[in-house]
């Protein structure tokens, strides 16, 4: 398995990014996803293929991400290319794509995307990533790389219900944690993601807790 061709290319794909979609985020996806399979099956091992595919779908998935990429499309058909090329067969490219295509945020809001296993350790990995310290600091990054807000009392928090909706609405970054991410722990597909995510997710309402008693400050 040729790992080292899929890490140059989204080394090149992300080169750019700096809203916290960068190539180490997806290094640390591709981590984490081989951690959280391992700590559920305590009998399987780290160089199996189920592993590669976690790792190579975890390094790709923000390279066709709608919100860093111009064109998913032209993007997917390259990964395509590069996947046999790197050792997967027909099957496992086709659901690393799948996976890739369907395990954000957005793409679930109105429709629940069933994932194969792997995309789900791939998916809970990604959404790890929005949790904890690495959370605040990227969902800051990327707030203030479009502008939002830091906070604003005057806007209040909504209730998703649509792709559209969520890339369009009105945002401040502190609102992003009520609307988005303290709602993914919820969502979590494994057992160690779930086990994560929820320990991520107080930290992150410890610092909450912190920002709002700094703000009312007398």
Known sequence: MNLQAIIDFVQTQLK???????????????????????S????????????DIIRAG????????????????????????LLPMA?????????????????SFSQNIEHHYQLPLTGQYIQDADRIEALGAIG???????GGRHNNPIYDPKIKPVELV????????????INHFYEKLLKLP???????GKKLGNARADYM????DEFKSEWNVD
């Open 16 to 38: 750019n990014e700096t809203t916290g979609h960068d190539f180490y985020h997806g290094q640390r996806v591709a981590k984490l996803g081989v951690k959280l399979y391992l």
């Open 40 to 51: 559920d099956n305590p009998a399987a091992h780290a160089d199996s293929r189920v592993c």
């Open 58 to 81: 975890g390094l790709l998935h923000d390279t066709i991400d709608e919100k860093i990429c111009p064109n998913p499309d032209q993007v997917v058909a390259q990964i395509k290319k």
């Open 87 to 103: 050792g997967f067969t027909e099957l496992e490219t086709d659901d690393i794509i799948f996976s890739i295509q369907h395990l």
């Open 136 to 142: 605040i600091a990227r969902a800051f990054t990327y």
């Open 162 to 173: 649509s792709h559209d909706q969520y890339r369009q609405h009105q945002e401040t970054t």
């Open 186 to 192: 919820a969502l979590m597909n494994t057992t160690g």
């Open 205 to 208: 309402r410890g610092f909450l």
